[in-house]
């Protein structure tokens, strides 16, 4: 999502993301311009796990970027948006995996043998 204010229906919004967060889904929230995010950083729950009426996100399943943040002043764009999206995609891989763990998902055993021998034997 991206977003250039606070959340203005911010009970029904941590509600959601508790309810959302035994789904397999990520929210990425970039936040543009001048306005607080204190909400969002909320949201983000990296320090305190969203709540929504005595019930705790099952998991962290959304991260927050303010876009601020990788305006550069030095005029690499490059670079900071490269930084950008690397910030924007960082929790992806361990939200993912939380999920997976959280439903007893394992991941296939690696393929002991590669397809590849034994198509050479038949050339
Ligand atoms: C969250 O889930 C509850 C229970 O299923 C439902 O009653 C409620 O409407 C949901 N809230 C939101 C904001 O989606």
Redesign the pocket.
């Known amino acids: 999502m991206i977003t250039d204010g606070v959340i203005s229906d911010m009970v ?1 919004t941590k ?2 993301v508790v ?1 959302a967060s035994s789904l397999p889904l990520s929210i990425i929230i970039v936040g543009v311009g001048p306005a607080e995010f204190d909400a969002m950083e909320e949201l983000d729950g990296d320090e305190v796990r969203v709540s929504s009426r005595g019930r705790l996100a099952e998991r962290d399943i959304v991260q927050f970027v303010p876009f601020r943040d990788y305006v550069d002043r030095s005029g690499n764009q490059v670079l900071s948006m490269a930084r950008l999206a690397k910030d924007v995609l960082a929790e992806i891989p361990d939200q993912l995996l939380s999920f997976m763990k959280s439903r007893g998902v394992e991941p296939r055993p690696a393929l002991s043998n590669s397809p590849l021998p034994e198509l050479h034997r038949h050339i």
């Open positions: 029904q509600e959601a309810n």
